[in-house]
């Protein structure tokens, strides 16, 4: 099995499924599969794939890891956890196939508090699998001499980061391999989004919202008052925890522009996810001082796709300017010599209840090839934006 507990997912889905819980607890939601290279996969790789689907039904939270949970998230509460210990993964809910071009679909369809809890494993599951076909495994020593190098770049320049890597890492083993190497040699790795190896290594969970708690409020509420709404509502459920804001869901610039004077005072930072890194820099400083903050009190956690060399060279941008930290992810768990997946699952329809009809999500993103949705969706969406 790839996947054995509940907890080898990334904190953010627990903490954006609880948000469903409280604010939405009737929405519903499909998340849906893209594969960016367009691979072509086998029968074989697609039997695989059902077969670990399938064993996600036997998948569940067990006690010891109910009760860390309980005492290392203050800002979740022990319902949430005893619900989730009840928690099964539904494999008749996952859709999966095979197109004549032998491109892979996936949708999963259910309640958004629960079906926001499929995403990152079954994105594990393929990385791994397709590993599996085409790859050799990684010799140990190997993983750790090109781990060792960005170590060292970390703690001689007092650079922060964490781990960020379960989606699109080689493998569990893998992963835990360079978890396991951080926690003994990195003095500034923060923590790690993986809840297991958190606490398995006794490093800090880190992670606070995806896009999706954005896409689902532009699709509810407009794509002019997503951003808002949507940290408005994640202050309702965390009040002041979890305070770092993504930032680029309907492109930064629709973010700054909606970006509150309070959201700005009560958010320790903002999330860059794509884009440029040193635009975005000035961009937020310029935001930050119109609105009579000193951004040197913030913080900006860049994400997008990094590797720790383009990692120094923003934190050393940065510096005077804002403080910084880094979640670096396949740079750190799939760094073996082949070409990472470049997959997501996105969500990509919700409605408030079973009774209203299905609304279109869409993801616009900084960088064009991150954009997600239909045309006509995204031509409304940037239309209603003023970016069109």
């Not at 903490?15 to 499909?30: E, R």
């Not at 998948?59 to 109910?66: A, D, M, T």
């Not at 970390?154 to 964490?162: C, E, I, Q, V």
């Not at 720790?308 to 992810?329: D, M, N, T, V, W």
Request: overall charge negative.
């Amino acid at each position: 099995m790839v996947i054995k507990t509940v907890l080898d997912t990334d904190l953010y889905k627990f903490t954006t499924s609880y948000a469903y819980i409280k604010l939405f607890p009737y929405a519903m939601g499909t998340f849906s599969f893209k594969d960016r290279d367009d691979t072509e996969y086998t029968e074989g790789f697609l039997n695989a794939l059902k077969n670990e689907i399938h064993n996600l039904a036997l998948v569940s939270l067990r006690k010891e890891e109910l009760e860390y949970m309980c005492s290392h998230c203050r800002f979740l509460p022990r319902v949430y956890w005893e619900w989730l210990f009840s928690f099964r993964f539904d494999p008749d809910k996952i859709h999966v196939y095979l197109d004549e071009e032998r491109h892979l679909h996936m949708e999963v369809t259910d309640l958004l508090y629960k079906v926001t809890l499929y995403e990152v494993p079954l994105l594990a599951i393929i990385s791994e699998i397709k590993n599996q076909f085409l790859n050799r495994i990684p010799d140990r020593q190997d993983i750790i001499a090109r781990l060792s190098g960005k170590v060292s770049l970390s703690n001689t320049h007092h650079m922060p980061f964490s781990e960020f890597g379960t989606r699109r890492r080689f493998s569990f083993d893998v992963h835990e391999t360079v978890v396991a190497y951080l926690k003994e040699h990195a003095r500034y790795c923060t923590g790690t989004s993986n809840c297991f190896l958190a606490m398995k290594y006794n490093l800090l969970p880190m992670g606070t919202h995806p896009h999706e708690w954005f896409m689902f409020h532009g699709a509810q509420f407009g794509y002019k008052h997503a951003n808002y709404m949507a940290l408005e509502n994640w202050v309702n459920v965390y009040d002041g925890d979890l305070g770092t804001a993504l930032s680029d869901t309907y492109t930064s610039d629709a973010f700054l522009s909606n970006f509150s004077r309070k959201q700005a005072k009560l958010f320790d930072g903002v999330r860059c996810d794509s884009g440029d890194e040193f635009e975005f820099v000035e961009h937020l400083i310029a935001r930050y001082k119109e609105l009579g903050i000193d951004p040197t009190t913030k913080t900006i956690i860049f994400s997008n796709a990094l590797d720790f060399e383009k990692a120094l060279h923003i934190f050393e941008y940065c510096q005077g300017k804002i403080r910084c930290s880094f979640g670096i992810g396949t740079n750190l768990t799939n760094d073996t010599g082949y070409t990472p997946s470049n997959i997501v699952m996105k969500l990509s329809r919700c409605k408030m209840n079973v009774n209203q009809e299905w609304r279109e999500c869409v993801k616009l993103s900084d960088d064009m090839g991150k954009h997600m949705g239909s045309s006509k969706e995204l031509d409304a969406c940037l239309y209603e934006l003023r970016l069109k």
